[in-house]
Antibody
Framework: QVHLQQWGAGLLKPSETLSLTCSLSGGSFGGYYWSWIRQSPGEGLEWIGEINDNGITNYSPSLNSRVSMSLDTSKNHFSLRLTSVTAADTAVYYC?????????WGQGTLVTVSS | QYVLTQPPAVSAAPGQRVTISCSGSSSNIGNNYVAWYQQLPGTAPKLLMFENSKRPSGIPDRFSGSRSGTSATLAITGLQTGDEADYHCGTWDTDLNGWVFGGGTKLTVL
């Protein structure tokens, strides 16, 4: 059974860089895209971007200038970096497997940006 | 704010039927598959429906999905208190070259 376990810093100051990692178990990276999605408090879902095992990425136009993703098959994990964070980036961040839909999700990580 | 439009909230009594709508455009729902996600309080979203009307393994047939033109609908019959959750629709947007969602609909089972 495919499982995603994520971790990363939960409290950041404005202008710092958000860094999250998602570990894959029970499956392989091949044949899928791997996404990051966030949900601000009380709001809906927002797709941040995706990466596949060939390193091909696709980012949301609204976050493209601040986002980067990487995938390490040897460590069985993929990562998100979001630079120059502000309070507007406060959200629960999820990693997810993408295959026409998001069919496996991580547990979520609350990231709070506050001075 | 959201590319897809959902009603903020719906409600119905236990045992009843409820529908949740999701409206978009030709660049998203009109030409791409729609998925629905159920998010129970305090948990991560869970895939409920994919390719407009297909249920993943383990999802009961009380849940059904459909698409017509640039709109999609999720229907839930035989409502149970355990169905209280937020429901999100999502699809690919060809013009934006990315995944888009609705704002979510909170279902209350009275």
């Amino acid at each position: 059974q495919v499982h995603l376990q994520q971790w990363g810093a939960g409290l950041l100051k404005p202008s710092e860089t958000l860094s999250l990692t998602c570990s894959l178990s029970g499956g392989s990276f091949g044949g899928y895209y791997w996404s990051w999605i966030r949900q601000s408090p009380g709001e809906g879902l927002e797709w941040i971007g995706e990466i596949n095992d060939n390193g091909i990425t696709n980012y949301s136009p609204s976050l493209n200038s601040r986002v980067s993703m990487s995938l390490d098959t040897s460590k069985n994990h993929f990562s998100l970096r979001l630079t120059s964070v502000t309070a507007a980036d406060t959200a629960v961040y999820y990693c997810a497997r993408t295959v026409g839909a998001f069919n496996v999700w991580g547990q979520g990580t609350l990231v709070t940006v506050s001075s | 704010q959201y590319v897809l439009t959902q009603p903020p909230a719906v409600s119905a009594a236990p045992g009843q039927r409820v529908t949740i709508s999701c409206s978009g455009s030709s660049s998203n729902i009109g030409n791409n598959y729609v998925a629905w996600y159920q998010q129970l309080p305090g948990t991560a979203p869970k895939l409920l429906m994919f390719e407009n009307s297909k249920r993943p393994s383990g999802i009961p047939d009380r849940f059904s999905g459909s698409r017509s033109g640039t709109s999609a609908t999720l229907a839930i019959t035989g409502l149970q208190t355990g169905d209280e959750a937020d429901y999100h629709c999502g699809t690919w947007d060809t013009d934006l070259n990315g995944w888009v969602f609705g704002g979510g609909t909170k279902l209350t089972v009275l």
